[in-house]
């Protein structure tokens, strides 16, 4: 818990940049700035220019520019949300996009406005780096983390840290692949840390300073495969180090004769467990390690700059809940399936869901930001969390204060109840957007929440993920869904092909593979009988993962392939 | 952006060639040499045997034409409007499917 009472000015949840961070911006936009109008006048031809603005975060996708902007661990504060609903209605289409990265793109961007928006964003402390490339992109983190009751470290200083050790890190610029870490501190893994180039948990040492499990070579993409336990031991002050003898192991053998077999997750699965820890142990026994120490100091000192809330709920928080929850059906709903325990008493924290029945997953209108982030003012000390399931979080709301959050959320269109349910669908962009993609994944997903639109009905099917790619890359975790589908491309026509049994979290699994690929007219029926077919053969309270890995993949194949 | 599905063209087929502008990377069509258009309904539809050459044309002179991204794309023979063999081209043709506000046609709308 809080050891230095925080400046007023810093912001709750992350850290407050000083002057050095904000030079550094500065001067990085202003060399993009050169760079764009360089690309404009021709002296800098396309295939000089795109490392560069792939570096500041620009894609070239279908129909535009596509701006991918960091929010490092996910965590921002109103005033940041305010600037990108900014953003969204001055220089795109009046929305953005929340990614499975914690991320937020933008996909009608004009090159020509590019130094102004990264301008914008950096007077708030915001950037595009790290978001693409073959470097250590924007590390993940728990939405929880710093409010959760199961939480034993708060992982958001860690992920600082190795943001700052790997933001322009010398020898991490040219990696073989892009590099992606998740951090969090508990033991229910909700950011895919087994999914994960690197998956770290914090946790109590027992010293009682802190030591993290160390997951390595897990990934979704062309070849998915779950993370191996590397070890459960590393000590906080060997953080760095050990992280920089890992990324230095795959820097030195990785794959770079063919894109596919780049990521570190070939690396650990050619050399095997053993042979590359055996590699990083050398390499960490070999390397200056004072030089790379992280004392308990310069964490403090980290630590110091994050504002932390003020947690005082009344006493009698909880029972306000209580009263208006037996009040109020639709409320007592929204706070079964969209709240999280807090660790304070009095707290809770609230998932406002990006996925209202029918809608774009991960979509938010700038007005809608404006909103989150006037709520985020009012209800939750100013902060806010993306989720990689594509949805908010306001991490620290009273307990007696819930109820009206709750009704400002409904009139903005964002009380969806449907956390963690049938309908809280992960989606890439697929080929509505992505330059790509082979199918358009948007608008499986849509027709999907429609189709079990009623939150009485997905409470009754219970947790249940299904996740959506566009193609083989997987950006929409299809692998790690329980019903995972991806979009394959026959003869330039749209087809799906299910996975089933996929699961992201401690328990994670890769999807298997249900049966040849269905037209896309098919696709949601399908789906629809074999959730029909899950409510047939549960047993109890068995999730769908549950009953899939009780009985198998023979009933559901049966029920979609039957009439199909 | 190309994509290898559109190397994959019929002999008796015809084509159309796009690109995006350089400078807000909107989609556009070409309609004679060095004249673009947003809507794949301008665009000059060229005979298979000579889209290569057309292609060639086009690119060597995208800079100048503030244009990335240079290549054909394989037409309906059956189609009135152009009409892009493959979904992909489709939606960049024809815009976002989940967004009707969105295409190429409403857009010069709200312009006009
Ligand atoms: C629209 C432009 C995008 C492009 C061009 C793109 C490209 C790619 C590629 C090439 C891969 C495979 C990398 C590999 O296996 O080595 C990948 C993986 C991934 N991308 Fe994207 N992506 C895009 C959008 C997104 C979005 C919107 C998200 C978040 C919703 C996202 C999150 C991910 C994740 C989580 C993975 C898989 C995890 C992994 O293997 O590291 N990407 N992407
Ligand atoms: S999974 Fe494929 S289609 Fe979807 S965003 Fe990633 S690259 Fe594009």
């Known amino acids: 818990m809080p050891d230095t009472i925080p400046a007023p000015a810093l912001p709750v949840g992350h850290y407050g940049y000083d002057q050095v961070d904000r030079a550094f911006l500065a001067d990085r936009v202003e060399q993009f700035r050169d760079q764009v109008a360089r690309r404009i006048a021709g002296t800098l031809s396309e295939d000089e220019f795109k490392p560069l603005r792939l570096m500041n975060g620009l894609y070239l996708q279908l129909h535009a520019y596509m701006l991918r902007i960091a929010v490092p661990y996910g965590v921002l504060d109103s005033r940041q949300m305010r600037e990108l609903a900014h953003i969204a209605r001055t220089y795109d289409r009046d929305y953005g996009h929340f990614t499975t990265r914690q991320n937020l793109q933008f996909n009608w961007i004009r090159l020509e406005d590019t130094p102004d928006i990264l301008a914008r964003l950096a007077a708030v402390d915001m950037h595009a780096i790290q978001t693409s490339g073959n470097c250590i992109r924007n590390v993940t983190c728990d939405q929880f983390a710093g409010a959760a009751q199961d939480e034993l470290v708060d992982p958001r200083v860690h992920a600082e840290i190795l943001r700052q050790w790997s933001t322009l890190h010398p020898e991490f610029t040219f990696l073989p692949r892009k590099f992606k870490i998740a951090i969090s501190g508990s033991p229910n893994d909700r950011v895919a840390a087994r999914f994960h180039d690197i998956g770290l948990v914090a946790k109590p040492a027992p010293d009682g300073g802190t030591q993290f499990d160390v997951f390595v070579g897990g990934g979704m993409g062309r070849t998915p495969i779950v993370g191996v336990h590397l070890r459960d031991d590393l000590p906080e002050e060997d953080l760095l180090a050990y992280l920089e003898a890992m990324v230095r192991v795959y820097n030195e053998y990785g794959r770079r004769d063919n894109i596919y077999k780049a990521r570190i997750k070939i690396l650990v699965q050619a050399l095997g467990t053993e042979g590359y820890r055996q590699k990083v142990d050398a390499e960490f026994a070999s390397m200056n390690r004072a030089r790379y120490r992280l004392p308990p100091e310069t964490v403090a000192a980290i630590r110091a700059r994050f504002g932390t809330p003020d947690l005082n709920a009344p006493d009698d928080a909880a029972a306000r809940l209580d009263r208006a929850r037996r009040a109020d059906p639709a409320f007592d709903r929204w706070v079964r399936t969209n709240t999280h325990p807090h660790r304070a008493p009095g707290y809770i924290s609230a998932v406002i869901s990006l996925k209202p029945a029918g809608g774009i997953p991960g979509d938010a209108t700038s007005a809608q930001m404006d909103t989150v982030a006037d709520l985020a003012d009012r209800y939750a000390f100013g902060e806010i969390r993306v989720t990689h399931m594509q949805n908010l979080v306001l991490g620290h709301v009273r307990q007696d204060e819930l109820h009206a959050l709750w009704q400002a959320l409904r009139a903005a269109d964002l009380a969806s109840a449907n956390i963690g349910l049938i309908g809280d669908i992960i989606a890439c962009p697929g080929l509505d957007y992505c330059a790509l993609a082979n199918a358009r994944s948007i608008p499986i997903a849509q027709k999907l929440g429609a189709r079990f639109a009623s939150p009485e009905l997905q409470e009754t099917i219970g947790p249940i993920e299904i996740k959506i790619s566009g193609c083989i890359n997987a950006c929409g975790h299809h692998h790690a869904g329980h019903i995972g589908i991806l979009g394959v491309d026959k003869k330039g026509e749209e087809f799906f092909q299910l996975t089933l049994g996929g699961s992201p979290g401690s328990d994670a699994s890769v999807g298997q593979i249900l049966g040849p690929a269905l037209p896309e007219d098919a696709t949601v029926d399908a789906i629809a009988r074999l959730v029909d077919a899950y409510l047939v053969h549960r047993t109890g309270g068995e999730r769908f993962l549950d009953t899939y890995r009780r009985l198998g993949a023979a009933l559901f194949k049966d029920a979609v392939y039957a009439t199909a | ?112």
Not at chain 2, 9 to 20: L, P
Not at chain 2, 66 to 73: E, H, K, M, T
């Open chain 2, 1 to 112: 952006m190309s994509d290898v599905r559109n190397n994959r063209r019929e002999a008796g087929g015809s084509s159309v060639i796009t690109a995006n502008r350089l400078l807000d990377g909107r989609i556009v069509w070409q309609v004679a040499e060095g004249d673009w258009s947003p809507m794949i309904k301008d665009a000059r539809i060229i005979p298979n045997a000579e889209i290569e050459a057309a292609i060639a044309q086009a690119a060597a002179r995208q800079q100048a034409d503030g244009l990335v991204g240079v290549y054909g794309v394989q037409i309906e023979s059956d189609e009135a409007t152009p009409t892009p063999v493959t979904v992909r081209e489709r939606i960049r043709a024809f815009g976002p499917t989940v967004h009707p506000d969105f295409t190429p046609a409403a857009e010069l709308e709200a312009h006009a």
